[in-house]
T-cell receptor
Framework: ETGVTQTPRHLVMGMTNKKSLKCEQH?????MYWYKQSAKKPLELMFV???????ENNSVPSRFSPECPNSSHLFLHLHTLQPEDSALYLC??????????????FGSGTRLTVV | KQEVTQIPAALSVPEGENLVLNCSFT??????LQWFRQDPGKGLTSLLL?????REQTSGRLNASLDKSSGRSTLYIAASQPGDSATYLC???????????FGPGTRLSVLP
């Protein structure tokens, strides 16, 4: 596979469940990102990992927990979510952790519904 | 704080028309600007990337221009087709080492 792959594509979970979103990039990039896209709102940056270290956390609630075991894989662990967390969660990668002059490559996203 | 706006919010045109989408940003000190396309419920597809030293980029029927001093970029779509129907997002990177700030998008419908 090439590009950025996200799984699952769709996820429905109860507020007491624990689940994880997975992102994998096959581009040799050294930075990965989690974005949240809610209805009628601009994309919101959640987490940035550059060279496998987290460099930014935009005050995201602790019920979202990222993990980056290596430069190709990124996870978002979810627990005790709220209905307002329902959104499209997008993963992206880039070179040099700043777009690198070459911009982002995005995955297809995971549509999360919290019931 | 960098803010990005896009006008119009939505646009509906008949097939074959040439059209212009606008993006404005408040801080002209950007590293680069990227235009994306997003189909409903899907991820983002990169269309064009303009680095801060460039004035425009072209890919097929798409042309994007950048005027840093005025804080503006335009995406020109020539001879629009129904397959161009999507939401178009612009994003600016504010200096090296910081991340993209996205606009709210323009939702385009091209009618057959």
């Amino acid at each position: 596979e090439t590009g950025v792959t996200q799984t699952p594509r769709h996820l429905v979970m109860g507020m007491t469940n624990k689940k994880s979103l997975k992102c994998e990039q096959h581009l040799g990039h050294n930075a990965m990102y989690w974005y949240k896209q809610s209805a009628k709102k601009p994309l919101e940056l959640m987490f940035v990992y550059s060279l496998e270290e987290r460099v930014e956390n935009n005050s995201v609630p602790s019920r979202f927990s990222p993990e980056c075991p290596n430069s190709s894989h990124l996870f978002l662990h979810l627990h005790t979510l709220q209905p307002e967390d329902s959104a499209l969660y997008l993963c992206a990668s880039s070179q040099d952790g700043a777009g690198g002059g070459y911009g982002y490559t995005f995955g297809s996203g995971t549509r999360l519904t919290v019931v | 704080k960098q803010e990005v706006t896009q006008i119009p919010a939505a646009l509906s045109v008949p097939e074959g028309e040439n059209l212009v989408l606008n993006c404005s940003f408040t801080d002209s000190a950007i590293y680069n600007l990227q235009w994306f396309r997003q189909d409903p419920g899907k991820g983002l597809t990169s269309l064009l990337l303009i680095q801060s030293s460039q004035r425009e980029q072209t890919s097929g029927r798409l042309n994007a221009s950048l005027d840093k001093s005025s804080g503006r970029s335009t995406l020109y779509i020539a001879a629009s087709q129904p397959g161009d129907s999507a939401t178009y997002l612009c994003a600016v990177e504010v200096n090296y080492g910081q991340n993209f700030v996205f606009g709210p998008g323009t939702r385009l419908s091209v009618l057959p």
